[in-house]
């Protein structure tokens, strides 16, 4: 990425796009140029039509080509020293959570409470603190998201190339995430899949919620029981083939099983009892990611689940006893 006519950042600016970043995504593009600018003030120049691609407007998923001339509006853009500096506890948790690494590829066994970036009132994320714990790496740059509350498999690319290729292979559903969820009451074996529309929706208060409504964009998850806890909980794994917002969470409620730990879509009496019982927080667990690689490596990474939700289980069984070892 060059500047043309480099300019402070209150006057325009017109940046050339080079090779290796063709084919992105005009706002995947602009958040890598603007670190520091608010996801959502992307957007809204997007949709003034404040940034310009060969001096015409472009929607946000619009892609550039090689030699594209990009106008940015005058725009504060942080300085990377204004980017708080992370602590010392969290840099060591991220260093002892990577799953695998090569050299275009970090996989984290991201923690619960660690939004993936800042933005929205979040100082800074799992992506800001990445850059701080790995000041050597020239590009470090979020393949997909977790929830703030999830936990579990998240890919950092580290060139530019591993994150084309991986978020093609993401549009063309050939990333295969699993995830763990522990679920109030006893899915039955036969619920072994949710198809149902999601649509975002935003309340008064500018919380943003999901819900399954007809004219929502078509959304899908298979399930499989993993084991069950008598008729109080179950451990069912979940395999988005669809990746819409808050897509397991919508569906387990929409199935009559909202995940436990869910303060959003969850039963706040159940999530409260739950929580003397060690689940303190959503149980829901990014397990196990498998993609192939470029080279035609198959990639296959296991996020263990954090010791207070193995010990949970661990006790949930032992009051279900009867039902232990379940894998129907």
Not at 75 to 83: D, L, Q, S
Not at 119 to 134: D, K, P, T, V, Y
Not at 159 to 172: D, G, I, N, V
Request: proline share 5%; hydrophobic share 40%; charged share 30%.
């Amino acid at each position: 990425m060059s500047d043309t006519h480099p300019a402070p950042a209150n006057k325009v600016r017109f940046i050339e796009v080079e090779s290796d970043q063709a084919g992105q995504r005009i706002d995947n593009f602009l958040r890598t140029a603007l670190k520091g600018v608010p996801k959502s003030m992307i957007y809204r120049l997007l949709r003034k039509g404040e940034v310009r691609v060969n001096k015409k407007r472009i929607k946000p998923d619009g892609r550039i080509q090689a030699g594209d001339l990009v106008r940015i509006p005058p725009i504060r853009v942080a300085e990377p020293n204004e980017v708080p500096l992370v602590g010392q506890g969290l840099l060591d948790l991220l260093a002892s959570s990577v799953l695998y690494e090569s050299k275009s590829l970090i996989v984290i066994n991201k923690p619960s409470g660690l939004a993936v970036h800042g933005g929205s009132g979040i100082n800074l994320g799992l992506i800001e603190a990445l850059r701080q714990l790995r000041p050597e790496e020239r590009f470090l740059e979020l393949v997909h998201r977790l929830d703030r509350d999830t936990s579990g498999c998240i890919m950092i690319a580290k060139k530019r190339s591993m994150l084309r290729f991986l978020h093609e292979a993401l549009r063309q559903n050939r990333v295969n995430k699993i995830y763990h969820a522990l679920v109030i009451g006893k899915w039955e074996t036969r619920n072994n899949q949710v198809d149902a529309p999601l649509r975002k929706n935003e309340l008064k208060s500018g919380e943003r919620i999901v819900k399954v409504q007809a004219d929502g964009k078509a959304s899908l998850t298979r399930f499989r029981v993993l084991r069950r806890f008598g008729q109080e909980a179950t451990l069912v794994e979940a395999k988005p083939v669809t990746g819409r917002t808050h897509q397991i969470r919508v569906h387990t409620q929409f199935a009559g099983h909202p995940i436990i730990g869910d303060e959003k879509y969850g039963v706040e009496s159940i999530n409260k009892v739950m929580k003397s019982q060690g689940v303190r927080r959503l149980f829901l667990h990014s397990a196990t990611l498998d993609v192939e690689l470029p080279e035609g490596e198959k990639l296959l990474v296991h996020a263990p689940l954090e010791p207070a939700l193995k010990q949970a289980i661990d006790a949930l069984a032992d009051k279900h006893s009867m039902y232990q070892g379940t894998t129907e």
